[in-house]
């Protein structure tokens, strides 16, 4: 049975911890964030991208595999899966329909009335299911699923308006991250982010934490932040493995042996990311 972001965020909210959100990529992905997860007994969130959808076969076939190797592997820890930045209300509602717990909307690119509006039929769609709804104000910097785009800082007012109004699980108000890797330290808005924080209960999510260094998270969490999201770093971690491998064996082509430093790689930086979320030496 998958768990939703009620399951899990507002726990950890209160303990000042965050839970990882993993972005998966193949079965490689989903069994070594499982194992990690498993490793430091910590509920887990597994998500994919919109884009990356059709890509894995499709929300069923994502689904089903998620649940087989959870059962395959006899995990018992709280497992979300979550569809990451969906691009539309319907996509959100196949998600749904395929046996996804939660779903993020991204309507960050709508005027406020209209994300308020669309944000809205997802929650009432997905609360009927016990499914859990983020929403997102603001831009996220860098490559945004596809949309390259500054950084737009969310408005307060407008997160209050957004969480009051549809009734949403978790909020990702955009305060300077970007997907994708950084260039030079970032600068989140720390003081913007103590105000949403303080004006809205709800957890905070942060997109785009690959590359944002330990005492910003940690001050991130301390300012209400419960899910935090990470993809670029998995996927460098898999690339480096997969050269590593590459050079090392140059005669050999099976792609196990070739994925086991990958798979490894993948291990370690989910366990490594589980352990900081949760303030862990
Ligand atoms: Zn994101």
């Given at each position: ?213 330990t005492h910003q998270i940690r001050k991130a969490i301390e300012l209400g932040h419960a899910k ?54």
């Amino acid at each position: 049975m998958l768990k939703n972001l009620n399951d899990i965020l507002p726990e950890a909210k209160s303990r000042k911890e965050a839970v990882g959100h993993f972005n998966i990529n193949g079965q490689l992905w989903i069994e070594n964030i499982l194992k990690a997860a498993v490793s430091e007994n910590s509920p887990v969130i597994l998500a994919t991208s919109d884009r990356m959808v059709d890509y894995l076969g499709g929300f069923k076939t994502i689904q089903k595999l998620v649940l087989s190797l959870i059962d395959y592997y006899n995990i018992e820890i709280p497992v979300v899966l979550h569809l990451d930045h969906g691009q539309t209300i319907e996509r959100c509602f196949e998600a749904i329909d395929a046996g996804y717990s939660s779903v993020m909307f991204d309507g960050s690119h709508e005027v406020l009335e209209k994300n308020i509006e669309l944000t809205r039929k997802v929650v009432d769609y997905a609360h009927n299911k016990n499914v859990s709804v983020e929403a997102e104000i603001g831009t996220v910097g860098g490559n945004e699923d596809g949309v390259i785009g500054g950084i737009n800082y969310a408005d307060l007012n407008e997160c209050i308006r957004l969480v009051d109004e549809t009734g949403i699980d978790a909020l990702a108000a955009a305060l300077g991250s970007v997907h994708g890797p950084y260039q030079g330290e970032p600068k989140l808005g720390f003081a913007e982010m103590r105000a949403i924080s303080e004006a809205i209960s709800i957890p905070l999510v942060l997109h785009g934490a690959s590359g944002i260094p330990t005492h910003q998270i940690r001050k991130a969490i301390e300012l209400g932040h419960a899910k935090i999201n990470v993809n670029t770093e998995l996927n460098l971690a898999w690339k480096a493995g997969l050269i590593d491998s590459l050079r090392n064996y140059p005669t050999v082509y099976e792609p196990k042996i070739l994925q086991e430093l990958s798979a490894k790689n993948i291990y370690s930086v989910v366990k490594e990311k589980i352990r900081e979320f949760k303030n862990l030496e």
